[in-house]
């Protein structure tokens, strides 16, 4: 799962969620090699002529772009949030890849989890709402995480009030 409790007493942080990333570090890795083995064969053919060095840019730039394009893709997956509760405030902190962190607070015995299964961005679309306010939770996450996320989050509020 994309996201865990921190269920201990005495730390505030109580549930962090992360984009999932299906192309781990590793995988990056073997990516970039293979493809840059595959392009490297053909080349084998038209060793010790001119062609080699009139195709060996093109495949670099090829390899290049790949690395950038898996890059961007991490850079854009780095979002994350965290839900803290201190005292009887629960505070949820949305940190996008780019761009300044958003907060929302609420006191725990005000806030009310909904799972909106049509008419949201996204089906099974999750808010908290409190303060006045209604704000998204988990919008990177999956239907089912999402889906899960509600009965956990539900249990966790019913449980602290």
């Known amino acids: 799962m994309p996201y865990h409790w921190t ?4 730390g505030p942080l109580v549930l962090e ?6 192309l781990t570090p590793r995988g990056f890795v073997w990516m970039i090699g293979i493809t840059s083995a595959l392009l490297v064969l053909p080349l084998f053919s038209v060793l010790g002529t001119v062609i080699l060095w009139w195709m060996l840019p093109f495949l670099a730039a ?7 394009a898996l890059k961007r893709s991490y850079a854009d997956r780095r979002v994350y949030e965290t839900l803290e509760r201190k005292g009887d405030d ?7 890849a780019r761009g300044q962190p958003v907060s929302w607070s609420c006191n725990i015995f005000w806030v009310r989890v909904d799972i909106h299964k049509t008419g949201g961005p996204v089906d099974h679309y999750l ?9 998204e939770i988990g919008k990177f996450l999956s239907e089912d995480e999402r889906k899960a996320l509600f009965g956990e989050l539900s249990n966790y509020l019913s449980e602290q009030r």
């Open 127 to 135: 808010t908290l709402t409190g303060s006045g306010r209604t704000v």
């Open 17 to 22: 969620l992360s984009a999932h990333n299906s």
């Open 7 to 10: 269920d201990t007493p005495e």
């Open 62 to 68: 090829a390899v290049a772009m790949l690395w950038f």
């Open 90 to 96: 629960v505070t949820l902190t949305h940190f996008p």
